[in-house]
């Protein structure tokens, strides 16, 4: 097999594992409103059942025990950690503080933010397409918030654009360094998200049914997601891997409207749209040009 086509076959998988992991992510909107804890506590659990999974799939990857990988982790993986457990935990609370649609809009920045992340870094340049479809994605992200754009505080907003920021951070890393096995580093960002809400959560308040919902929440929505972008990520474009996880933002929607009845407003149905046709064109040209 060419390089080229080896190229294209990786860059088709790493697209694949990020689109999966948008779509695990997809599902945080329906726990969090399933969920009957606190802000801070759903921040402690779901931390706490994702770094006991995340640390049990290095441990299996590394077959070197539980420890040993994190050891291993150097700045790079420690900063990629602090990056995520930002993120982690100040989306949970912009969603406290401002209204989903703020969130929305303003987290679909993120990859504006890493793609010149990566071109100051590492020089990685943004294909035209890719800023087209950026673009296009941002504006869908405007026109499913238009209902409720511009309602939220400006602390909820604030923290909201601290997630995309360190979304983006997170995954240039991811990039920069794709040498590296990142799972071990997925674990210690949770390890901080349950240090960062042990104070102001009260987590002996959760009951039993919340503590399965949470399990799921750490386990497989933040966990497993984690796995499959930290390895997606580190074979595509930076600019790429953000922009697929956009598709987060469409599908949230689509879990609620099937689990508890609420209806997407036709703006939403009509952003989202905009987003998916976004990701499409962009994912055929770039199969087309390979």
């Known amino acids: ?52 999974f995340l640390l049990g799939v290095a441990a299996l990857q590394e077959r070197r025990g539980l420890w040993g990988p994190i050891r291993d982790l150097g700045a790079p993986g420690v900063a990629m950690a602090l990056c995520f457990a930002t993120a982690s935990t100040c989306f949970i609370n912009a969603l406290a503080h401002t209204t989903v649609a703020n969130a929305l809009v303003i987290q679909s920045t993120s990859p504006f933010i890493a793609a010149l992340l990566a071109l100051a870094w590492m020089g990685e340049r943004v294909p035209r397409r890719t800023w087209l479809a950026m673009t296009a994605a941002l504006m869908g992200a405007m026109v499913m918030a238009s209902h409720s754009w511009g309602s939220g505080s400006l602390s909820g907003d604030a923290l909201a654009l601290v997630t995309a920021i360190a979304f983006a951070g997170a995954t240039v890393i991811v990039r920069r360094h794709r040498h590296l096995r990142m799972t071990a580093g997925a674990a210690l960002a949770n390890v901080f998200s349950s240090l960062f809400a042990w104070l102001p959560a009260q987590p002996a308040q959760a009951g039993v049914w919340d503590l399965a919902l949470l399990a799921f929440f750490g386990a497989a929505q933040l966990g497993f997601g984690l796995v499959l972008f930290t390895a997606g990520a580190r074979l595509i474009p930076v600019a790429e891997a953000s922009l697929i996880g956009v598709l987060e933002s469409v599908l949230g929607p689509v879990w609620v409207w099937l689990a508890i009845g609420e209806t997407p407003a036709p703006a939403a149905l009509l952003g989202g749209s905009i987003i998916l046709g976004a990701l499409i064109v962009h994912t055929a040209l770039d199969w087309r040009d390979e």
Do not use: N
């Open 1 to 52: 097999m060419s390089s080229t086509a080896a190229s294209g076959a990786d860059r088709r998988r790493g697209a694949a594992l990020v689109a999966t992991a948008a779509l695990f992510w997809s599902l945080g909107g329906l726990i969090a409103r399933l969920v009957a804890t606190d802000t801070w506590s759903t921040v402690f659990w779901r931390s706490v059942f994702a770094a006991a």
